[in-house]
C-alpha cells in the first residue's frame, strides 16, 4: 500500500467493485418487442422519477424477459421531452421510447457515481423484479445509490 505509483510500470493492481441493486425501467431503446437497452430511474426525495443511469445492450433472452413486463407510457410521462446522452459526457442522443415506469430492474453497477447519484457508467442487467414495486427501489440522491436503501 506504501508503493509510489510508476508511470508505465505493472505493479499496482486495480481492483473494481460491483455493487447489485434495483432500479425501474423508465425508457427503452429499441422496441417494445424487442428492447435493445434500458434506461432507468428512481424517485426522488419529492417523489419525481430522476434518471440514473442506463444499462449495457441486452442480450436476446433478457430482451424477451423485459419485453413480457413493458408498455407504452400514459401521457404525463415523467420524461416527456427529455433527451438522453447515448453515453455520459457525449453529445449524441439516445432514440428513445417511454414505457411505463412499473418494471423494476436488478443491475450490477460499479462504484463510480456522480453527484446526484447517476451512475458514471452503463449499468449490467441482471434480471426483472417481478415481486417488487417502484416504490420498493431506493430513491436517488444518496451518495451511493448501490448502497442506500429508501425507509
Known amino acids: 500500500m506504501g508503493a509510489p505509483y510508476l508511470m508505465g ?10 455493487d447489485t441493486s434495483e432500479a425501474i425501467v423508465g425508457a427503452i431503446t429499441g422496441t417494445l418487442t424487442r428492447p435493445q ?16 443511469g442506463r444499462t449495457t445492450t441486452l442480450r436476446p433472452e433478457q430482451a424477451r424477459q423485459v419485453a413480457e413486463h413493458l408498455a407504452p407510457a400514459n401521457p404525463g410521462h415523467p420524461w ?14 439516445l432514440d428513445v421510447t417511454l414505457v411505463r ?17 447517476v451512475w458514471r457508467h452503463p449499468v449490467r442487467f441482471k434480471r426483472l423484479r417481478v415481486g417488487m414495486s417502484p416504490g420498493d427501489v431506493p430513491g436517488c440522491g444518496e451518495a451511493d445509490p448501490s448502497r442506500a436503501r429508501r425507509p
Open 80 to 93: 416527456e421531452g427529455v433527451q438522453f446522452a447515448a453515453s455520459w459526457g457525449s453529445r449524441d442522443v
Open 101 to 117: 415506469p412499473g418494471a423494476v430492474a436488478e443491475i450490477s453497477a460499479d462504484r463510480a457515481v456522480d453527484r446526484g447519484g
Open 37 to 52: 437497452l434500458l434506461v432507468l430511474g428512481r424517485h426522488d426525495t419529492d417523489g419525481r422519477l430522476r434518471t440514473v
Open 9 to 18: 510500470r505493472r505493479g499496482w493492481t486495480k481492483i473494481k467493485r460491483r
